[in-house]
């Protein structure tokens, strides 16, 4: 019995083309950052759910595609102005621009429509200070904290700022307008972000100087001031835990778990200081950092809804 073969190249064909578009596919999701945009959504989520929406599923909807794509574009467009700094680094090397898997323009053109359309979704699905926000976010991610990374130690707290806007996001797709509390949650995000960005820059600080970034932990080649600063902004970040329970939005059940977990972030910080046990410490204050915010925000949103 004869076999027909003529057909395997064009099978083999199409799986060669099948694992293609599937590497290409991967390569533009993994320019989205999707880690850092993954934090975004669910910050945005909390800051959506912690000013007591009304359950309108579509604005819901509008405000976790729109912030989603925002701040995809926005890892995207830093990937595309960094791709010359991420070659140059072991930890970045492989990304699909500087590894050459996506080009410089495909990648700039994919940024900017991630960004259009988050925007424009957040303001016809949501409302414009949702938009603004959101816009707010990328431009100030990619327009000042990016180029702010070359130039000044600065940057991370720079970088703060955009990083905390999220809360706001989903805040404004809810009322259209930002509560007290609303403040508070961006406060909380503002500092928790030094602390575990502190401990990643001491982690990786000499790729980073590969990359020709001005990082405080390269300008402070001890590690003293990186140390001092996580210890400050863990301290300053467990006082604004306290403020939802201070201004009466949320229970004094909330209080003692804000401070046990309080504690739980500064022992690692206080560890940072510890000049012979600098690296373990910066390991520990980063997977410590990772675990707290979720500890403490998803307790945050239940306390407020309940009390």
């Avoid at 934090?39 to 729109?66: E, H, I, N, Q, R």
């Avoid at 940024?111 to 424009?120: M, N, R, V």
């Avoid at 100087?209 to 467990?238: N, P, R």
Wanted: hydrophobic share 55%; glycine share 8%.
């Amino acid at each position: 019995m004869n076999r027909d073969t003529t057909s395997q190249p064009d099978c083999l064909q199409a799986g060669n083309c099948s694992a293609s578009v599937k590497s290409r596919l991967s390569d533009f999701y993994e320019l989205t950052k999707p880690r850092l945009s993954f934090l975004s959504v669910v910050t945005a989520v909390v800051g959506y759910l912690a000013a007591d929406p009304s359950k309108d599923a579509a604005v819901l909807l509008a405000m976790l595609l729109g912030t989603s794509l925002a701040a995809g574009g926005a890892g995207v467009l830093n990937q595309w102005w960094e791709r010359d700094a991420d070659a140059r680094m072991v930890r970045t090397s492989n990304r699909p621009i500087p590894a050459g898997r996506v080009g410089p323009l495909e990648a700039l053109l994919f940024g900017l429509l991630l960004s259009i359309a988050g925007c424009a979704i957040l303001y016809f699905g949501a409302n414009p200070l949702a938009a603004v926000l959101s816009a707010g976010t990328v431009a100030s991610y990619v327009l000042l904290y990016t180029p702010l990374k070359r130039l000044t130690t600065w940057n991370t707290i720079v970088g703060a700022f955009p990083g905390a806007l999220p809360p706001l996001i989903g805040w404004a797709a809810a009322e259209g307008s930002i509560g007290a509390l609303g403040w508070i949650l961006f406060l909380i995000l503002f500092f928790w972000q030094l602390p575990h960005f502190f401990a990643i820059a001491w982690t990786h600080r000499k790729d980073y100087e590969k990359g020709g970034f001005v990082m405080l932990s390269s300008a402070d080649t001890a590690g003293h001031k990186v140390a001092v600063q996580s210890v400050v902004f863990t301290l300053a970040l467990i006082l604004c835990t306290l403020l939802p329970v201070f201004f009466g939005y949320a229970s004094w059940l909330f209080g003692v778990l804000a401070l046990a977990l309080g504690v739980y972030l500064l022992r690692p910080a206080i560890a940072f200081l510890q000049l012979d046990a600098r690296d373990v410490g910066a390991r520990k204050l980063f997977i410590a950092s990772i675990c707290y915010l979720p500890a403490l925000l998803v307790p945050l949103v239940v306390d407020l809804w309940l009390f």
